[in-house]
């Protein structure tokens, strides 16, 4: 192909081109409007209101149990404990230089709380529920959580020497062993802007982070830790566990054990108690760390955290009725 020939057909390459161009449909300004507009195209925004969602679900006790996994009358201790600090906190947990308006009271701050954690339910659907804007129900979430971490944090404590000591001889076929020790995977997505092989659980086959629990052998929980990432073997997580102060993973008096699977240091079969069975039971009632999580990765150690919490506060209201 000579220098005419080649120019010729280069020539031909842009006729066709800008033929194509030519007979392209105009671009209408309605195409390039928001979803929320071309479907209602009278939509200008809405001024959300709020809902007392409280007062509508507070006449069914047991559906209100069954989404919250508390009491009516424990929902209300927990109101009044909780909303003068609430009131006194921004959602980066600075003190509150002025105060501006509660689209929705404290009250129904906490139960949109309690209801994404016990049912994870999309942020949508409870900005649906309450009526308040998506962005105000992730508002609510990340100043509530901490404070429910706070609160609720000595639902679990690491017994005494002497406590420990107590606890021996409960299992007849192991006298020195006081508890035991187990891990829990919460599978998170993929991760994009990080090694994901750093997430990614060769056992499990899926990216995910661990959480370690201890539980003495009266099936009370007694320490938990959220975080290890997926790759992070049972027995490095074991090393990292800091109850006590950086170093000293687990105090026990001498002579006494935990045990554990083969993951762990040393080995031994793990063995839970009825009891323990029920606390991981009512762990996994709540959906937000059932299912594979869909928020932010820093956000799922202190809520794993304050879910172990709940459940053992669940356990113990449950021996009291």
């Known amino acids: 192909m000579d220098d005419q020939e080649l120019q010729a057909f280069l020539l031909n390459v842009i006729a066709i081109l800008l033929l194509f161009t030519a007979i392209q ?12 507009r071309r479907l209602m195209p009278n939509f200008h925004g809405h001024g959300f209101n709020g809902r007392d969602v409280y007062t509508m679900i507070s006449s069914q006790p047991w559906l209100f149990w069954r989404n919250t996994g508390e009491t009516l009358h424990s929902f209300q201790q927990l109101v009044t404990d909780l909303s003068p600090i609430l ?41 649906l529920w309450f009526n308040i804007d998506p962005a105000s129900v992730v508002r609510i979430i990340y100043k509530v959580v901490p404070e429910f971490w706070q609160y609720f944090q000595n639902q679990i404590s690491w017994p005494n020497l002497q406590e420990w000591n107590n606890l021996a001889g409960n299992w007849p076929e192991f006298p020195h062993v006081v508890g035991a020790i187990d891990s829990t995977p919460h599978e998170i997505y993929r991760p994009i802007t990080e090694p994901q092989r750093l997430f990614y659980s060769g056992h499990r086959h899926y990216h995910c982070i661990h959480t370690q629990l201890v539980i003495d052998n009266q099936g009370n929980l007694r320490f938990v830790q959220a975080g290890f990432l997926g790759s992070t073997h049972d027995a490095t997580s074991y090393r990292l566990m800091t109850p006590i102060g950086p170093g ?19 080995g031994g079969p793990l063995i839970t108690t009825v009891r323990a069975n029920q606390v991981f039971k009512e762990i996994k009632t709540y959906k937000c760390i059932s299912t594979i999580w869909r928020h932010p990765r820093w956000l799922l150690p202190p809520v794993v955290e304050l879910v172990a919490f709940l459940a053992e506060r669940r356990v113990k209201l449950f021996e009291s009725i």
């Open 248 to 266: 000293r993973p687990l105090a026990l008096p001498p002579g006494l054990k935990l045990l554990a699977d083969k993951a762990y240091p040393d």
């Open 87 to 127: 009131i006194r906190q921004t959602v980066h947990g600075q003190p509150r230089v002025r105060q501006r308006r509660q689209i929705i009271n404290f009250a129904n701050q906490i139960l949109l709380v309690l209801m994404w954690l016990r049912k994870y339910l999309h942020v949508d659907n409870l900005a």
């Open 25 to 36: 449909p105009p671009i209408y300004e309605e195409a390039i409007l928001p979803l929320n």
